[in-house]
């Protein structure tokens, strides 16, 4: 299966966290060779933020990309309540959008 992810500014459930994310975490384990995590965290009732995490070979960093660069960066959100591997967050991103963009799961839009 190939599935190509694109960004965007939409007002719909993806948005452009989830392909962020996940491009982030799969460049990560690509070129560092070590381990990479989808994380979601709560922003305020009804709205979470996914991000990226890849294992530094010490702890877990927040992942930020710029067009197609990958990065360890800082973050001072909340705490993650809910990890992912990247190719569970892809199987729940495609089969959210196959929903259609007015579907939010569970109440929340991420």
Not at 31 to 60: F, K, L, N
């Amino acid at each position: 299966m190939v599935v190509i992810l694109l960004g965007g500014c939409v007002t719909s459930y993806e948005g452009t966290y989830v392909p962020r994310a996940i491009f982030a975490a799969w460049t990560w384990e690509q070129y560092t060779r070590r381990p990479a995590r989808i994380t979601i965290s709560h922003v305020r009732p009804g709205i979470d933020h996914v991000q990226a995490q890849g294992w530094d070979g010490e702890e877990w960093k927040y992942l930020c990309n710029d067009g197609w660069f990958v990065f360890a960066g800082k973050f001072t959100g909340k705490e993650p309540y809910k990890t992912l591997t990247i190719r569970q967050a892809l199987d729940e991103h495609v089969h959210i959008h196959k929903l259609g963009s007015h579907y939010r799961f569970r109440g929340r839009m991420y």
